[in-house]
């Protein structure tokens, strides 16, 4: 059984700077679980041109508002909503306020990946 808390994962090298925010990675690759859980902040007024070439993604907004665009296609991202990433689909991941997301990615993340996020280059891992 694992348990672990927010407190025990802040300032240690399971919370890392992703590029527009942290990720507090709560299960990685290394805790043999098939999949990787992680507390995501991503930073008010940002925006974020992402693609998981590597993982499928789901995430499921806990606090904050914002947006993730889809070819063409915008969706409202508030407190209470999940989307998922099912087609390792290039995004762009935009944050009207501070948001809070619980994050699973399969395969599981190794638990260092962090964004380079250049300007019209999607950032991958």
């Known amino acids: 059984m694992i348990v ?4 025990d994962i802040v300032k240690t090298n399971r919370d890392v700077e992703w590029g527009n925010g942290r990720s507090r990675r709560f299960l990685i ?3 043999n679980v098939g999949y990787s859980l992680t507390d ?4 008010a007024g940002t925006e974020s041109l992402l693609e998981y070439k590597n993982h499928i993604e ?4 806990i606090e904050g508002e ?6 063409g296609e915008v969706h409202l991202i508030k407190a209470g909503t999940m989307y998922a990433l099912n ?6 991941l935009r944050a009207k306020t501070t948001m809070r997301l619980v994050c699973v990615f399969t395969p599981p993340l190794k638990g260092n990946e962090s964004h380079d996020l250049k300007e019209n280059n999607s950032s991958s891992y």
């Open 66 to 71: 914002g947006e993730v665009e889809v070819n």
């Open 29 to 31: 690759e290394q805790d």
């Open 58 to 61: 789901t995430c499921y907004c």
């Open 4 to 7: 672990r808390e927010l407190n």
């Open 87 to 92: 087609q390792n689909d290039k995004h762009y």
């Open 40 to 43: 995501t902040i991503i930073n």
